[in-house]
């Protein structure tokens, strides 16, 4: 999701390959039940080996996106079936535009982990994880660009989660990266004096509780940070699509 904030696009046939028809999928352009065009045309629209298909089309159904049926071609899978803990089909969805209701989902998902998380780091945290939270807060603080200040805001969350000590903690990890890039892209407080201070005390003071083993503070400090963030890009005027 980091691609999402800094702009990095694939640089290989593979990547190029699945990002492009994962996009169009997540697009509605291929829609449920539809029929991805054949090897010969993807091959020549893309200027690609089938090897290089092939090995493309295999890594969108690991995400659960399309199925290859025998004699008949691949078929595009109902969106129910992505998997949408995947960072790529979570960055297709904000390259394809975010609606309020994806956002709500993706807050309840966080609200769901994240400040038990938090309550996690403040029980088990180690003197060096405190102090990674502790740099991850100045390097928002002294952010000298919105992307900087993306980037150290994703890094203090994924250090939380890190300092939680429970590994399925941080494989979930991408929802996180695609609310902050959601935010990123709609509400960044760069530039805004005020609100940067704000957003980075709140960050500051749930270090401060998971140094000070308070894990209620913590919990409840990371739930507020959730809430503010979805409040905030919803009131950017994010249109309902």
Known sequence: MKSAISGSVPRNSHSRVVNELGRAIV??????????????????RFEVSRTVLREAMKTLSAKGMVVPKAKIGTRVTAPTSWNLFDADVL????????????????????????????????????????????ERVRAMEEANSMESFALADLDFHMALLDASKNPFMY????????????????????????????????HRRIADA????????????MRGVILHGRDRILE??????
């Not at 609606?99 to 038990?116: A, K």
């Not at 998380?117 to 939270?133: D, F, H, P, Q, V």
């Not at 998971?210 to 400090?221: C, F, K, L, V």
């Not at 950017?236 to 699509?241: A, K, Q, Y």
């Open 27 to 44: 697009g509605g352009i291929y829609g449920n039940g539809a029929l991805l065009p054949g090897d010969t045309e993807l091959a020549q």
């Open 171 to 202: 494989s979930v990890g991408a929802l996180i990266e695609a609310a902050l890039a959601t935010s990123f892209r709609l509400s960044s407080p760069f530039g805004d004096p005020e609100r940067h201070r704000a957003i980075c005390g709140a």
């Open 236 to 241: 950017s005027g994010l249109d309902r699509e």
């Open 91 to 134: 960055n297709w969805h904000l390259e394809n535009g975010v609606n309020p209701d994806f956002l709500q989902h993706l807050s309840e998902m966080r609200l769901s982990f994240e400040p038990f998380a938090a309550r996690l780091a403040a029980e088990r945290a180690s003197e060096e994880k405190i102090a990674t939270l502790y």
């Open 210 to 221: 998971i140094a000070e083993h308070d894990a209620d503070t913590a919990a409840e400090g």
